[in-house]
């Protein structure tokens, strides 16, 4: 079955950095776009980032637009989420997410990790 | 970006009886080549990632219980729990896949017990 592990989340100051990591297994990972999805304390999830299989496209949301980059490792099996600049309202659990598709079609969000927890504060 | 708007923000239910969660999207989601829409709904109880419930607006994810059912087209949609049980308390948003990422969620309605 599928399994997303994210790890690399924790406590930084505003202005800071951090990069998250999410281990895929049990699906050819090499095959899939995959999501990066955020969800604020009391708040509903944010699709943040997205990235094709073959990392020929990208698609941020504007509020991490410039900030956040997302890449894979394909051989590592691995997506990855690069945040800089970071601020109060980046504070949020970070879900890596695998999409469903259904005969050719996407059919939302099938798999999600546990998430990782994210904390901007000084 | 394509704005959801879920309302009621929450609502509370007897068990046994129906709830309806509604959702409006700022733009269309039909497709029209394959006349689907693209729109999904999820529950979240506390400390759990999203679930899938429903995609393409109105089919039931594998494993989700038929009383969960969804109807509506283009702008309009309509989460429907039949017959309200205990373990359906929980959080639910819908969701819009149409087109090019990012997809936004509604800001969720929550369901309690009456």
Not at chain 1, 89 to 112: H, I, M, N, Q
Request: glycine residues 10%; contains cysteine.
């Amino acid at each position: 079955q599928v399994q997303l592990v994210e790890s690399g989340g924790g406590v930084v100051q505003p202005g800071g950095s951090l990069r998250l990591s999410c281990a895929a297994s049990g699906f050819t990972f090499s095959n899939s776009g995959m999501h990066w999805v955020r969800q604020a304390p009391g708040a509903g999830p944010e699709s943040v980032a997205f990235i094709r299989h073959d990392e020929s496209s990208k698609f941020y949301a504007d509020s991490v637009k410039g900030r956040f980059t997302i890449s894979r490792d394909n051989s590592k099996n691995t997506l990855y989420l690069q945040m800089n600049s970071l601020r109060t309202e980046d504070t949020a659990v970070y879900y890596c997410v695998k999409p469903r598709w259904v005969a050719g079609s996407l059919a939302g969000f099938g798999d999600w990790g546990q998430g990782t927890l994210v904390t901007v504060s000084s | 970006d394509i704005v959801m708007t879920q309302s009621p923000d929450s609502l509370a239910v007897s068990l046994g009886e129906r709830a309806t969660i509604n959702c409006k999207s700022s733009q269309s989601v039909l497709y029209s080549s394959n006349n689907k829409n693209y729109l999904a709904w999820y529950q979240q109880k506390p400390g759990q990632p999203p679930k899938l419930l429903i995609y393409w607006a109105s089919t039931r994810e594998s494993g989700v219980p038929d009383r969960f059912s969804g109807s509506g087209s283009g702008t309009d949609f309509t989460l429907t729990i039949s017959s309200l049980q205990a373990e359906d308390v929980a959080v639910y948003y819908c969701q819009q896949c149409y087109g090019n990422p990012p997809y936004t969620f509604g800001g969720g309605t929550k369901v309690e017990i009456k």
